[in-house]
């Protein structure tokens, strides 16, 4: 190999650890959930029904697929784990 070539592998393997750095530092996208006044889901590990208010904040778990309605399981702030439609969820972005 040629100086030229190793200076180059070299190079692009510092960047792809820079960007993986980045990447996992990222901040979450907040989300809530979208709509007015509160709407009642199945908590997932208390197995009753729980009413959440809309415009509570939520993180998407996305080790968890989607079910068979295509809901996904989501995190309140109050760590209730409950299932919702994708429809339903407000992407605020990074702020």
């Given at each position: 190999m040629t100086t030229q070539t190793d200076l180059s592998s070299s190079?692009?393997?510092?960047?792809?650890?820079?960007?993986?750095?980045?990447r996992a530092?990222?901040?979450?996208?907040?989300c809530s959930l979208a709509?007015?006044?509160s709407e009642?889901?199945?908590e997932i590990n208390k197995k009753t029904m729980i009413r959440v208010p809309n415009g509570t904040e939520i993180v998407e778990l996305t080790k968890y697929g989607a079910d068979k309605k295509?809901?996904?399981?989501?995190q309140?702030?109050?760590n209730d784990i409950i299932?919702?439609?994708?429809?339903?969820?407000?992407?605020l972005g990074y702020h």
């Open positions: 190079l692009s393997g510092a960047l792809d650890t820079l960007l993986q750095s980045l530092a990222a901040p979450a996208i907040t709509g007015e006044g009642w889901y199945y295509g809901r996904v399981v989501c309140t702030v109050n299932r919702v439609d994708p429809e339903r969820i407000f992407r």
